[in-house]
């Protein structure tokens, strides 16, 4: 579960057992979707830090900076074109969520300034589906017909 709207929302067992906790719901659980973050990780996925992880270079993190041209990869479960979200802010972000001990072509001064795009992620830096707007928002999902070419 997440604060916000997310791309790529998932009704896991997780998000319905703790819907059903709260004592408001019922859970079918028959209806729970896979969940892919983290998956096959083990207990260590959300008991070691974000910093670890990304040492390990284990998707999706990232630290690969957003620019022109784009660095193009995978989403995790291959279901659609992403970037890394790793960008500069105008501000140094909180030191618990500075998570790099290098950048590649970044001076290391700057590293405070650099994190992912979503701060309710803790500016976590990932690998986020790619979309773009011109006359609405297109995305690259797989799943959507126009981005199936025969």
Known sequence: MTGSHTQN?????????????????????????????????????????????????????????????????CRQDQMAVAVCNLQKYMNNIPAEYQYFDGIPGIPFQDFPYYGGSVEIADYCPFNQEFSWHLSGECSSNCKIAENQPG
């Open 9 to 73: 929302r998932v009704f896991s067992t997780i998000t319905l057992a703790t819907m059903e906790d709260t004592g408001w719901y019922r859970s079918n659980y028959s209806m729970a979707e896979r969940q892919d973050w983290g998956r096959g990780m083990g207990c260590d996925f959300v008991m070691k830090s974000l910093k670890f992880w990304m040492k390990q270079k284990a998707a999706p993190f990232c630290d690969a900076l957003r620019s022109n041209p784009l660095q193009l990869t």
